[in-house]
């Protein structure tokens, strides 16, 4: 019997000693500040009850079209406490007229309908968006209405939401595009230790159990 309890012992020791050795490791797969950033200032979410997801990317980036499968796919998976959020980055002034189209097709509730049309126009088609005519027309083939594309491109709530976004840029601190964000507390770009865009979900992935957990 004094045989059977010593091996007991040591066979739940052992097995304490396995998952504490994997836990270190998960807890240690990715590091902050080599894996990702976190922020100096947390940027508030929009539901406090969830945990937020922020992709930030570009129209015009080609790494932006090429992630849409695999983002789209990593979406469709998530649990109803994840809340995903699409981001246009504002580095420079082209980024910004883009950002407007963005925030013109959100005002008018149209964003799914013209997205991809939108990603297909710059990156494939290589053609100009930088008007209100352009936009229009572009979004015409959606049988959307022209004049209410061009007020709404214009409009004083476009326009502050794009200036809004510059400044938010500023705070997610991305080092390109695309990036993401978890919970307004860290930040993922590719680069240096995060070499491509699977790793990188990978690490949205832990940090969105390292929020559940906390």
């Known amino acids: 019997m004094r045989i059977r309890t010593l091996l007991v012992s040591s066979l739940f020791v052992m097995f304490s000693a396995v998952f504490a050795t994997s836990a270190i490791a998960q807890a240690d797969k990715y590091i902050a500040g080599t894996h990702y950033t976190i922020l100096e200032n947390p940027v508030r979410t929009a539901d406090d009850s969830k945990i937020e997801v922020t992709e930030i990317f570009w129209y015009g980036c080609p790494a932006c079209f090429n992630f849409e499968p695999l983002l789209n796919g990593w979406v469709k998976n998530q649990a109803e406490d994840v809340n995903f959020i699409r981001f246009p980055g504002i580095f420079n002034g082209l980024m910004k007229i883009h950002a407007q189209v963005f925030y013109t097709a959100q005002n008018m509730g149209v964003s799914e309908l013209v997205h991809d049309s939108i990603f297909d126009n710059l990156v494939v088609q290589r053609r100009q968006l930088q008007t209100a005519d352009q936009v229009a027309a572009l979004f015409a083939k959606q049988d959307i ?44 770009s590719i680069g240096g230790a995060v070499t491509g865009q699977r790793e990188m979900l990978s690490i949205v992935d832990f940090l969105i159990e390292k929020e559940r957990s906390s």
């Open 145 to 188: 209405n022209r004049e209410e594309t061009v007020a709404a491109f214009n409009s004083f709530s476009v326009k502050t939401k794009t200036n809004q976004a510059e400044k938010l840029t500023n705070d997610y601190r991305p080092r390109g595009t695309p990036s993401m964000v978890v919970n307004g507390k860290y930040s993922i």
